[in-house]
């Protein structure tokens, strides 16, 4: 065989890999499409479901939920946003579906059983987080927005006939575009923030972090999440600490859940006897209390 024989049968699996990705990526567009089109017909519930946390805030001040169109266009460009993110919700499961088949063939059994509970985790995780924005973070945060209205009061006359000026009114009369805008970002930030225990536990399954790394960085992510904190919500106190504590929070139970990945792999290493019934492949911070002697 000659070497150009040779270099045509390497390459012939990486066509056929190749031509499998292709196929796989387009039913993924096409299921994002139809789920596109889907929730087109139906933006105007969508919208509505969207628009319930500020409409409950401005019926709780007496007011009437109203937003305006800004542009002659933006309320068409409202409806395409919607129907994307509708239909890459709608289409997710598909989409994850299509991607564990084309990873699935080159994973030996016991990394497909590692690897598919991480894929079932990701959207639940996100769900989790996008829920908690939307119910819990969001209408704390339109309350604390809308709490810079003020009232407009009329001119008085005075007992001596002066006439004095009433107070400038503050009334909030939203953008359709800004508050989806706001809206999104509030339940993307929250949603991916959640899928940190996921992405360090199959870190931690690949050998990429370890519990004592991820404990001797904490001061490190304390500045990193406080800087994401301010990044992705608005320049408000309360949703910053809200999205600090947990964010830092979801960083802790990494750290356990790293941990237990590696407990788990020192039990099977020690059945196997690769190692002794007092021996671990990890270095983990309790080690540290030992004595010495024990340490060694």
């Known amino acids: ?9 390497s390459s012939a699996p990486l066509i056929e890999h190749l031509a499998e990705l292709r196929n796989r990526l387009i039913k993924s567009v096409v299921a994002f499409l139809i789920g596109m089109v889907i929730c087109f017909t139906v933006w105007n519930p969508i919208f509505n479901f969207l628009t319930d946390p500020i409409c ?5 001040l007496g007011q009437d939920c109203g937003l305006i169109l800004i542009k002659l266009q933006e309320g068409f460009f409202v409806a395409i946003r919607i129907s994307l993110l509708g ?28 690897f598919l509970p991480f894929l079932i985790a990701s959207p639940v995780m996100f769900l989790l987080g996008a829920s908690f924005a939307f119910y819990v973070v969001i209408p704390l945060a339109f309350d604390f927005f809308l709490g ?4 407009g ?3 008085e006359i005075t007992s001596d006939g002066t006439e004095t000026l009433g107070d400038a009114g503050i009334t909030f009369q939203g953008s359709v575009a800004e508050y989806l805008s706001l809206t999104i970002k509030f339940i993307l930030a929250f949603g ?28 490190y992510a304390v500045v990193g999440i406080l800087v994401l904190a301010a990044l992705v919500t608005p320049p408000d106190v309360i949703t910053q600490v809200i999205l ?10 990494s750290i356990q859940l790293v941990r237990r990945v590696e407990r788990k792999k020192d039990a099977q290493a020690r ?26």
Do not use: H
């Open 244 to 253: 600090f504590v947990v964010v830092y929070g979801l960083y802790e139970v």
């Open 56 to 60: 409950r805030e401005l019926n709780e």
């Open 148 to 151: 810079f209205q003020q009232l």
């Open 1 to 9: 065989m000659t070497q150009t024989d040779e270099i045509e049968d």
């Open 87 to 114: 239909g890459f919700i709608l289409a997710f499961p598909y989409i994850g579906y299509q991607l564990w088949r084309f990873v699935a063939p080159g994973l030996y059994k016991s990394e497909k059983n590692a």
């Open 192 to 219: 991916l923030c959640f899928q940190l225990p996921v992405l360090l536990t199959l870190m931690g399954k690949a050998g990429l972090v370890s519990s004592r790394g991820l404990g001797e960085m904490r001061k």
């Open 153 to 155: 009061t009329a001119g």
């Open 271 to 296: 059945e196997e006897g690769v190692i002794g019934e007092d021996e671990s492949l990890f270095d983990f911070p309790e080690d540290d209390d030992l004595p010495e002697e024990k340490a060694e």
